[in-house]
């Protein structure tokens, strides 16, 4: 009887887990897509990764805007960002930057820059 019951519980539970994780756009862990590039937040962590960038490259890029990006909820959340960025000679260009926000310890880290 127990036996029974726990399949039937089961076969209920199942597809109901299955609706729940369609409707939250994946399970977590999955790369969710920046809506609002223009959101503060977002846009500080672009300039975060050009300053960081600009210090360990000794360029001089200027923050233009978020073109797009995604989210990434690992240890803390990753942000994988395409930057509109200006260089030295003023000419617009697009760069991939990634950055691990960790909110609880008060931190973020450039984990990758490069010409997009």
Not at 14 to 23: K, T
Not at 34 to 57: F, G, T
Not at 82 to 105: P, R, T
Request: hydrophobic share 40%; net charge positive.
């Amino acid at each position: 009887m127990m036996m029974k019951s726990l399949i039937c519980l089961s076969l209920i539970l199942l597809p109901l887990v299955s609706v729940v994780e369609g409707l939250g756009g994946g399970g977590l862990g999955s790369r969710k897509p920046i809506k609002n590039v223009s959101d503060p937040d977002v846009v500080a962590i672009a300039k975060y990764a050009i300053d960081e960038h600009n210090k360990q490259s000794k360029e001089h890029l200027v923050f233009v805007k978020v073109v797009e990006g995604t989210t990434q909820v690992v240890s803390g959340t990753k942000y994988d960002l395409k930057i509109a960025a200006k260089d030295g000679g003023g000419k617009i260009k697009n760069y991939e930057a990634v950055v691990v926000e960790k909110l609880w310890l008060h931190s973020k880290t450039l984990e990758s820059f490069q010409a997009a």
